[in-house]
């Protein structure tokens, strides 16, 4: 198995600035596009046919990549994108975070389209990723932006996009930064609490879809040295893996057992990251 991320630029964290390729054993095997489109690169997906990576570009594009690297597909510059997480939801479209449009927006998979808006500009405060539910519920959790404004909360929508409920989660202790919706049909998300903070404590929380209860936390715990979580990612292995600043951990999400640090590489900065085969 190979593991993909994508590192934030120098002027969000002295980051990379590019996707990176790991190997089977978390060695480094270096850039996986050396294409200058991709700039300061976000949320990653493998799309339906498994054939393409779509990456969010933080030039306000969106780019496509064969397997090897090379790009094939260009939506070209949409000015306010601002895209943050991307997924491809069940009709087989991709559908990204808008952070200055506080929104989520939809882009059909040949990336030959305008966006649509998902839901209504300003819907939550600072998008920061969202999933799609068995019964076709859309969850998306809302957190602090750069400001400092914003909430720590999820909020649940129909799959027409009309709010269900605008806080699904009480978390005194919830800071997201990621969210997925897990193999069990559980909510779970990235968490950095109070986020920002020299001595924030990252967790991964998993919460019941339909109450909000917080069922369980995962951590590495302190001596892992595990910081900034940002992207979460489910493997085929039965593992589920977290990206952040200079790591990406994985644990055996049947037991919450943590399994250890999967890759490792200074200045990983890291945004999201995909598994390929």
């Given at each position: 198995m190979r593991i993909l991320v994508s590192s934030a630029g120098e002027a969000n964290g002295n980051g990379h600035g590019a996707i990176l390729g790991f190997?089977?054993?978390?060695e480094f095997t270096g850039p996986f596009c050396s294409d200058p489109r991709v700039a300061d690169p976000r949320g990653l997906s493998v799309g339906p046919s498994s054939a393409l990576i779509y990456v969010n570009s933080g030039d306000?594009?969106?780019?496509?990549?064969?397997?090897?690297?090379?790009v094939v597909r260009d939506s070209g510059p949409m000015p306010g994108l601002d895209?943050?997480?991307?997924?491809?939801?069940?009709?087989?479209?991709?559908?990204?975070?808008?952070?200055?449009?506080?929104?989520?927006?939809i882009l059909p998979?040949?990336?030959?389209?305008?966006?649509?808006?998902?839901?209504?500009?300003?819907?939550?405060?600072?998008?920061?990723?969202?999933?799609?539910?068995?019964?076709?519920?859309?969850?998306?959790?809302?957190?602090?932006?750069?400001?400092?404004?914003g909430d720590n909360t999820i909020a649940v929508f129909d799959r027409r996009g009309t709010l269900?409920?605008?806080?699904?989660?009480?978390?005194?202790?919830?800071?997201p930064l990621d969210l997925k919706l897990a193999p069990n049909g559980n909510v779970v998300v990235a968490s950095e609490w109070p986020f920002g903070a020299p001595d924030a404590v990252p967790s991964l929380r998993e919460y019941d879809p339909?109450?909000?209860?917080?069922?369980?936390?995962?951590?590495?715990?302190r001596s892992v040295g595990f910081r900034r979580p940002r992207g979460l990612r489910f493997g085929p292995d039965?593992?589920?893996?977290?990206?952040?600043?200079?790591?990406?951990?994985?644990?055996?999400?049947?037991?919450?057992?943590?399994?250890g640090t999967a890759v490792h590489l200074e200045r990983l900065n890291g945004q999201a990251l995909v598994l390929l085969p």
């Open positions: 190997g089977p054993e978390g306000d594009r969106v780019l496509a990549l064969d397997l090897q690297g090379n895209p943050g997480g991307a997924e491809f939801g069940p009709d087989g479209r991709y559908y990204l975070t808008m952070r200055r449009q506080r929104t989520i927006g998979a040949g990336l030959d389209r305008d966006v649509e808006f998902l839901l209504p500009e300003g819907i939550v405060a600072f998008p920061r990723g969202f999933g799609f539910g068995r019964d076709g519920r859309i969850y998306l959790s809302s957190g602090v932006a750069p400001s400092g404004q269900l409920t605008p806080r699904l989660v009480t978390d005194p202790e919830l800071s339909l109450t909000g209860r917080l069922i369980r936390v995962m951590a590495p715990g039965g593992r589920l893996y977290c990206v952040g600043e200079n790591d990406v951990v994985a644990f055996d999400f049947r037991t919450g057992r943590f399994e």
